[in-house]
């Protein structure tokens, strides 16, 4: 690609915008700031592809700069550069931010790197969008989580507009997603006492369309950060299931999904990191089946 | 508990004297060697007590002139104390020896009587009272002594977990301070291997180039293909690598110190030693502390110090230091958004004094009289423990010093640690704490 990307870099600490200043600086344009307020300005004013962010800074944290950067920039990819494990923060990195990764200090100089061609690349090729008619039903959602209340809690919120599935077992959710066109997935990342987060990130992975809600009672920064970077989930919601911000959750979700149909690139945004192969290597042979069809399937849109 | 020592125990029998007994028949029975040991004897209708004569009474009347003639032949009700002391048997030794002291007007002569239901049982000696009552306190004692060991080590653990506590927040707190440098740090180093990689290539080609040339048997052919690759790596130079390298050089040698410094601090603050330290300066363990705090304080308070010259003093630093660290926290912690710390130490006859003065809410009025009592916390779940004050009140006490504390709601807090320039000598860190009393007063 022969245009240089514009990067931009925040952190309250100039020697970590000077490292990384030298690090970037023959690939893209770099920018850097020390103002986080600034940085949003910045987005505003000129064309920014990358955005990485510390997230303790004075006066203003990197959630809340990130979340502003997506309100004045949208195509702009957030990154979050932390060295801080701050549950709270991380989950509004999701759920605010909606940040491409959670990356954390110290870092690898080739992760990041790695990291940051990525999404510049993924960024300037959305420039070069083009949009697609859409129309027919609504697609479908699909609940996983062995509390019923959950599917009624959904149910009750989609009323008739979307078909809502609800599914206890992993492989019969599997078929579920290959079969039907589903857009959202609201599910639990614990399933009948088992640990179900390989096939929550699996699931991005095989099907990039999905926006995935995960509600759950595990708060853990190390679990989040996984979801976030080998899952790309949509919104992390705490349980018990509120309503309300199911609700908001839920709506979000199915904008994102029209506009993800309307503008098949955007799927590009989600791009997962590759999933360590063990844990997915303990999914089920059938599971990995339909992983395998679904991935050839997406191959062909 | 001891097992409770009962009135029954001390009934003496003794026989009861009827009411209209004659004196000298009474004298008899006072003579009778089985009633020896008694004091004295009950007079009874029935077998309810009407009064008790006294071996004292009986000498105190007979042993006057022409006593037995004038009384001899009177019924004993005419000389008897009518209203002796009567205690039932089924009540507490504590209340029952109460009764008796308060009551009892002749101790030293006279018994009391016991009943049951209202009938007499027996007589009790004053001695045999006091002498249960001694056995029960010194079971009593024991008891409180073992209670009181237990207490302590429980306090210790208290003092031990509020530690570990206040240690988890800033270790979190620590870890961010220290992963910033280390960032900068690592992607320094990696980035000078990179550029010595290209130093490393150029310098080869250089290498090459002055062999080719020194050596008499190069071919011009030789000389330049060699010309050609340094010129292809030079090239590659944009020019700016050896500035470069050396502010990643200077950066990262100031995050290694960075860290050092935290390093250092964290290891000076945790030290586990109880052991004094003899010379130690107050100044540079609020700096530690403030170093340790940074992470609550850094976003939006400002430090002001104001120190005075102190002399040194012996003291525990790490326990001073979780002192200050803890008003250090609760000062950054009552203040929203923007604020003011001022940390001033002064000397002043025989005393050091730090106090720690916030721009923050305040401490309300009915809540103020609390802030030293364990587990009294306004903070939500999982910010305090409510033992961080009532602990720092303990050190500073073992200390020989004390804490006051001034509050203006909506104002500010100021917490003032006075420490005594010579340590004292009676206190040593075992020495049992006493309980923390609230010294606040609103101001």
């Known amino acids: 690609m022969s245009e240089k990307a514009n990067i931009l870099f925040v952190d309250d600490e100039e020697r970590v915008l000077r490292s990384l200043e030298m690090l970037f600086k023959n690939r893209f344009k770099v920018h850097t700031t020390i103002d986080g307020n600034e940085a949003v300005d910045i987005c505003r004013r000129d064309r920014i592809h990358v955005v990485v962010s510390d997230q303790r800074m004075p006066l203003i944290t990197g959630v809340e700069v990130l979340r502003r950067v997506r309100e004045v920039s949208p195509n702009t990819m957030r990154l979050l550069l932390t060295g801080y494990s701050d549950l709270e923060a991380t989950v509004n990195s999701v759920n605010e931010g909606e940040i491409f990764r959670y990356l954390s200090k110290p870092w690898s100089a080739k992760e990041i790197t790695n990291i940051v061609n990525q999404a510049a690349n993924i960024a300037l090729s959305l420039e070069q969008q083009t949009n697609v008619d859409t129309g027919g039903v609504a697609p479908g959602v699909l609940v996983i989580d062995e509390d019923p209340s959950v599917v009624e809690m959904v149910k009750a919120i989609c009323g008739k507009e979307r078909q809502v599935t609800w599914s206890v077992d992993l492989d019969e959710a599997f078929e579920t997603l290959a079969a039907n066109d589903i857009a959202i997935v609201v599910c639990d990342i614990r399933l009948r006492g088992r640990d179900i987060s390989a096939a929550v990130k699996a699931l991005k992975e095989g099907n990039p369309m999905v926006l995935t809600i995960v509600q759950t009672q595990l708060q853990d920064v190390e679990t989040l950060r996984s979801l976030i970077n080998h899952g790309q989930i949509y919104r992390f919601l705490p349980k018990p299931a509120r309503r309300g911000l199911l609700e908001m959750s839920l709506e979000a979700a199915s904008r994102r999904h029209v506009s993800m149909k309307s503008t098949p690139q955007l799927t590009a945004r989600y791009q997962v990191e590759k999933s360590d192969p063990a844990p997915v290597a303990a999914l089920s042979t059938r599971l990995q089946g339909f992983l395998d069809r679904m991935r050839s399937g997406t191959k062909s849109i | ?443």
């Open chain 2, 1 to 443: 508990m001891a097992e409770q020592a009962q009135l029954r125990q001390l009934v003496m029998t003794a026989p009861g004297i009827p009411p209209h007994l004659l004196v000298n028949d009474v004298a008899d029975m006072f003579m009778d060697e089985t009633h020896g040991k008694l004091l004295s004897l009950p007079v009874l209708d029935g077998d309810r007590p009407v009064g008790i004569i006294s071996r004292a009474r009986m000498q105190q009347v007979l042993f006057r002139q022409y006593g037995r003639e004038l009384f001899g032949k009177k019924p004993i009700t005419e000389i008897m104390n009518a209203a002796p002391v009567v205690i039932e048997s089924d009540m507490a030794l504590n209340e029952a020896s109460k009764t008796v002291t308060e009551r009892l007007k002749f101790p030293v002569t006279e018994d009391f009587v016991i009943t049951e239901g209202g009938r007499y049982v027996g007589m009790g000696a004053v001695m045999h009272l006091l002498n249960a009552m001694e056995a029960q306190l010194a079971a009593q004692t024991e008891d409180l002594a073992s209670a009181y060991k237990q207490l302590k080590a429980s306090q210790l653990q208290l003092i031990q977990s509020e530690k570990m506590a206040s240690l988890g927040q800033m270790v979190a707190g620590v870890a961010h301070e220290i992963n910033t440098p280390l960032g900068y740090v690592k992607n320094n180093i990696e980035m000078m291997e990179m550029f010595f990689d290209g130093n490393r290539e150029l310098l080869g080609a250089c290498n090459a180039l002055t062999d080719t040339l020194l050596s008499p048997a190069s071919t011009e052919q030789e000389l330049q293909e060699r010309l050609a690759v340094l010129a292809a790596l030079r090239e590659n130079r944009s020019g700016s690598e050896d500035e470069d390298m050396l502010k990643l050089f200077a950066d990262t040698r100031f995050g290694i110190d960075q860290i050092s410094e935290l390093v250092q601090n964290l290891k000076n603050f945790s030290r586990l030693d109880r052991a004094a330290a003899a010379d130690v300066d107050l100044n540079e363990c609020l700096d530690s502390a403030v170093l340790l705090a940074r992470n609550v304080l850094k976003t939006r308070v400002e430090v002001i110090r104001q120190y005075g010259a102190l002399p040194r003093i012996s003291c525990m630093p790490s326990q001073l230091n979780q002192v200050f660290l803890n008003m250090l926290t609760n000062a950054a912690q009552a203040i929203e958004g923007q604020g003011k710390i001022l940390l001033k130490t002064e000397a002043e006859e025989g005393w050091l004094k730090v106090s720690v003065q916030d721009t923050g809410k305040g401490i309300p009025t009915d809540v103020l009289p609390r802030i030293f009592d364990p587990f009294f916390t306004t903070k939500p779940v999982g910010q305090g423990t409510g033992l961080g004050l009532s602990i720092s009140y303990q050190i500073v006490q073992q200390h020989g010093g004390d804490i006051r504390v001034t509050s203006q709601p909506g104002k500010g807090t100021r917490f003032t640690v006075r420490l005594p320039l010579a340590p004292p000598a009676a206190q040593t860190p075992e020495s049992p704490p006493a309980p923390p009393a609230s010294q606040g007063e609103a101001a």
